[in-house]
């Protein structure tokens, strides 16, 4: 059985940094992975996706230079370092396993239930 667990969320300052994981088990092969949000009263969006090796990631424009993916294969994890946190930043965030490391979330086949974040100005 497949399951994908994110925790690192929390309640934080704005300008601040959290660091949010997603934890795999279960899959036989290596997946992209892709970090999904979705804020009160608004539909889930794309944030962040990684490649299988690691090699390429992708990023909302929202977030560039302030969003970081990583992966630590051996580990199963996925990070998602996020910096100089605004109150925009505010939404529960998912991780996801798929095929590709794409911002259209019907590419991925497996969803974590997601950790909130909430930040304070």
């Known amino acids: 059985q497949v399951q994908l667990v994110e925790s690192g969320g929390g309640l934080a300052q704005a300008g601040g940094s959290l660091r949010l994981s997603c934890a795999a088990s279960?899959?036989?092969?290596?997946?992209?992975m892709g970090w999904f949000r979705q804020a009160p009263g608004k539909e889930r969006e794309f944030v962040a996706a990684?490649?299988?090796?690691?090699?390429?990631?992708n990023y909302a424009n929202s977030v560039k230079r302030r969003f970081f993916i990583s992966r630590a294969n051996a580990e199963n994890t996925v990070y998602l370092q996020i910096n100089n946190l605004t109150p925009e930043d505010t939404a529960v965030y998912y991780c996801?396993?798929?095929?590709?490391?794409?911002?259209?979330?019907?590419?991925?086949?497996?969803w974590g239930q997601g950790t909130q974040v909430t930040v304070s100005s």
């Open positions: 279960g899959l036989t092969s290596t997946y992209a």
């Open positions: 996801a396993a798929g095929a590709r490391a794409t911002l259209m979330s019907q590419w991925y086949d497996y």
């Open positions: 990684i490649s299988r090796d690691g090699g390429s990631m």
